[in-house]
């Protein structure tokens, strides 16, 4: 026979489920929501067992209140992405540059053009930022820099250091060119 998890007066302590044999429907109370969770969660599917244990749903996010650690959170993940897409046009680069002069030279002069300048500098505030807050979350990881005060200034550290970053080595690469 099938086993299914039944309260009752059986049980010595509250929350303790017994074990019914089959011989009668199993009711479930409102007061053993450990059971009530490990019941509906076996038969239904995750929204069901939500509804049915009258749990309220996760919120959208047009409810949370955006925190500037959130954005920084977020940011964080977006410029690794971008520095991904970063990468694969390194790559593209060097493969133009074993490739020979003339694709080199395509290559060359899409960089140099407004939009290849627009998308090196974006590349560069996206290296900035994550490197800076990647050191953020190492002193994170070391223990460091969890007070609201101490996580506050870090981020506007961070926030300006990228700018100041970003210019100078722009500053540099300028110079240089």
Known sequence: MQEALATGPGPA???CAKIDRGLR?????ASDPLIISAAIMASRTPEDAIVQARRPLSPH???YR???????????RATGIALSVALLLLVWWL????????????VHSLAGSWFGLLVMFGITVAWAYHLLNGIRHLAWDAGYGFHPAQFRRTGMIVAVGTGVLTVLVWIAFLIAR
């Open 61 to 63: 996010l047009q409810i």
């Open 25 to 29: 429907k199993p009711r479930l109370r």
């Open 13 to 15: 302590w509250p929350g």
């Open 95 to 106: 493969v133009a540059l074993a490739s020979g002069p003339d694709a080199f030279e395509r």
């Open 66 to 76: 955006w925190y500037a650690s959130m954005m920084m959170s977020i940011l964080h």
